[in-house]
């Protein structure tokens, strides 16, 4: 590796202060999304729209704006054919600050140091907002037209599941807007991803687990502590519960995964490299090892769940008459959520308990790898990132970009940037940073992503 250097113009400097000024004023206005829109804080949202209407006049000026209720923004950009429209995303919310997490950097101070811009949201997802922005307002500078429309859809409730993005959705549809690909964050340029593998990946998510969250109840008499019976609502509950926790879903690894070890088995240490070249014909000795490695790794081959919530007597000497459980499942694509009820209700096997589904997220099917859209992604990081590795893989994590399958097929999940491991823990932790080098590499990669669709 080593390759040849990224493509930057001359006056990168300027172009990337111009980016960074932009983005310290957007990390300045805390745009905290809430659950419930009524407890929020619509000021800062609306002080947000705003700013970003003084920053890209042009974008502004060009484009064609449709409002989305919630402060959230879909923009058209009209290209020589409406045939295959282009989704860039990004969300202008980000989660809160904990008062009492030891940030370096007051997280709504935007601060520059050392060639780091730190502050809540700077990879979590306003550089993302930014770069897209600023790649179309510097090439409607330079009186670009893109061959194909390219739509641009900010949401504003990414992280607390609002609806924004369904409703941009709603809105395309009822256009009769069928993109040709959809590109929202995810994955980034990862230095440090894989031990023993020394080339950053970008990972580029084609498909994202599901979010599902079921109930365990079970009724009974209840009645006085003082006079129990065997096996009441509790200790059947629990009975269940620990059945559920020695049952866990089978596991294997998922097609875009064995696809991520075939690019990287090149650049493993020798003794490794045949393993994961093989990774297909080694399928089981491999999900023997991410299991082995790890929650994180053992994640990626299967469906997962967790007890999360338990409730019972609200009294020390009362019995229950109803015991709950809450499982959080993420399922893995290849699981549905009607199998993960099957799963759970085999592996409970006791007709008294029942399982009710609380809020039902399918995994998102896969998009494309061998695809003109996703050859157009890697051929881009090829030019911006030389030394890194484009991949596929699949997310653990949940993004807007999961509603945009009711009307795409190919939906990839990837920020331009560099991110080092301990940027990557920052998001929705503390601390979290962006390169200012890195936010005008990525801008750029927006930009030839625009130039070179065709
Ligand atoms: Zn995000």
Same mark, same amino acid.
Request: hydrophobic share 45%; glycine share 8%.
């Given at each position: 590796?080593?390759?040849?250097?990224?493509?930057?113009?001359?006056?990168?400097?300027?172009?990337?202060?111009?980016?960074?000024?932009?983005?310290?004023? &957007?990390? /300045?206005? %805390?745009?905290? =999304?809430?659950?419930? @829109?009524?407890?929020?804080? +619509?000021?800062?949202? *609306?002080?947000? !729209?705003?700013?970003?209407?003084?920053?890209?006049?042009?974008?502004?000026?060009?484009?064609?704006?449709?409002?989305?209720?919630?402060?959230?923004? &879909?923009? /058209?950009? %009209?290209?020589? =054919?409406?045939?295959? @429209?282009?989704?860039?995303? +990004?969300?202008?919310? *980000?989660?809160? !600050?904990?008062?009492?997490?030891?940030?370096?950097?007051?997280?709504?101070?935007?601060?520059?140091?050392?060639?780091?811009?730190?502050?809540?949201?700077?990879?979590?997802?306003?550089?993302?907002?930014?770069?897209?922005?600023?790649?179309?307002?510097?090439?409607?500078?330079?009186?670009?037209?893109?061959?194909?429309?390219?739509?641009?859809?900010?949401?504003?409730?990414?992280?607390?599941?609002?609806?924004?993005?369904?409703?941009?959705?709603?809105?395309?549809?009822?256009?009769?807007?069928?993109?040709?690909?959809?590109?929202?964050?995810?994955?980034?340029?990862?230095?440090?991803?894989?031990?023993?593998?020394?080339?950053?990946?970008?990972?580029?998510?084609?498909?994202?687990?599901?979010?599902?969250?079921?109930?365990?109840?079970?009724?009974?008499?209840?009645?006085?502590?003082?006079?129990?019976?065997?096996?009441?609502?509790?200790?059947?509950?629990?009975?269940?519960?620990?059945?559920?926790?020695?049952?866990?879903?089978?596991?294997?690894?998922?097609?875009?995964?064995?696809?991520?070890?075939?690019?990287?088995?090149?650049?493993?240490?020798?003794?490794?490299?045949?393993?994961?070249?093989?990774?297909?014909?080694?399928?089981?000795?491999?999900?023997?090892?991410?299991?082995?490695?790890?929650?994180?790794?053992?994640?990626?081959?299967?469906?997962?769940?967790?007890?999360?919530?338990?409730?019972?007597?609200?009294?020390?000497?009362?019995?229950?008459?109803?015991?709950?459980?809450?499982?959080?499942?993420?399922?893995?694509?290849?699981?549905?959520?009607?199998?993960?009820?099957?799963?759970?209700?085999?592996?409970?096997?006791?007709?008294?308990?029942?399982?009710?589904?609380?809020?039902?997220?399918?995994?998102?099917?896969?998009?494309?790898?061998?695809?003109?859209?996703?050859?157009?992604?890697?051929?881009?990081?090829?030019?911006?990132?030389?030394?890194?590795?484009?991949?596929?893989?699949?997310?653990?994590?949940?993004?807007?970009?999961?509603?945009?399958?009711?009307?795409?097929?190919?939906?990839?999940?990837?920020?331009?940037?560099?991110?080092?491991?301990?940027?990557?823990?920052?998001?929705?932790?503390?601390?979290?940073?962006?390169?200012?080098?890195?936010?005008?590499?990525?801008?750029?990669?927006?930009?030839?992503?625009?130039?070179?669709?065709?």
């Amino acid at each position: 590796m080593g390759g040849t250097a990224p493509l930057r113009p001359a006056d990168f400097e300027a172009v990337r202060d111009r980016v960074v000024a932009k983005l310290q004023a &957007l990390v /300045r206005i %805390p745009t905290v =999304s809430h659950v419930d @829109p009524a407890q929020g804080d +619509a000021a800062p949202f *609306v002080a947000f !729209v705003e700013e970003l209407a003084r920053q890209f006049p042009l974008l502004h000026e060009h484009l064609e704006l449709t409002p989305i209720p919630g402060h959230a923004l &879909l923009f /058209r950009w %009209p290209g020589t =054919s409406a045939e295959r @429209p282009v989704v860039l995303m +990004a969300h202008l919310d *980000v989660v809160p !600050v904990d008062e009492n997490a030891p940030w370096r950097h007051p997280a709504f101070g935007a601060r520059l140091v050392d060639g780091q811009l730190w502050g809540r949201g700077t990879l979590d997802n306003k550089g993302c907002l930014v770069g897209i922005a600023e790649a179309v307002e510097r090439l409607l500078e330079q009186g670009f037209r893109p061959a194909q429309d390219i739509w641009l859809s900010f949401g504003s409730t990414e992280e607390v599941s609002g609806d924004t993005a369904e409703l941009a959705v709603a809105e395309l549809r009822r256009r009769g807007v069928q993109p040709w690909f959809v590109l929202d964050e995810g994955g980034a340029v990862a230095a440090g991803a894989l031990p023993g593998i020394k080339p950053p990946l970008a990972v580029i998510g084609v498909s994202e687990k599901g979010t599902t969250t079921l109930e365990l109840r079970v009724d009974g008499q209840g009645g006085h502590a003082s006079t129990p019976v065997q096996m009441d609502t509790t200790a059947r509950l629990a009975r269940a519960i620990v059945r559920l926790d020695a049952s866990p879903f089978p596991a294997t690894v998922p097609e875009p995964t064995l696809e991520m070890f075939r690019r990287i088995a090149p650049h493993a240490p020798l003794p490794l490299r045949a393993l994961i070249g093989n990774a297909a014909r080694l399928r089981p000795v491999l999900t023997r090892a991410l299991i082995a490695a790890g929650p994180e790794p053992a994640a990626l081959t299967r469906t997962t769940l967790a007890v999360t919530t338990l409730s019972g007597s609200p009294a020390h000497n009362v019995i229950a008459s109803t015991a709950r459980a809450g499982v959080n499942v993420r399922v893995l694509v290849g699981d549905t959520v009607a199998s993960v009820v099957a799963h759970v209700t085999k592996a409970i096997h006791d007709k008294r308990v029942t399982v009710s589904v609380v809020e039902a997220g399918e995994a998102s099917p896969v998009s494309p790898v061998d695809d003109d859209a996703f050859r157009l992604l890697e051929s881009t990081i090829a030019e911006s990132f030389p030394d890194a590795v484009p991949t596929p893989y699949v997310m653990m994590a949940a993004t807007d970009s999961r509603f945009f399958t009711a009307i795409c097929p190919r939906v990839y999940r990837f920020a331009p940037f560099r991110m080092t491991k301990a940027q990557r823990e920052a998001i929705h932790s503390y601390d979290e940073h962006i390169g200012v080098d890195d936010l005008g590499d990525g801008m750029l990669w927006y930009q030839r992503l625009i130039e070179r669709i065709a």
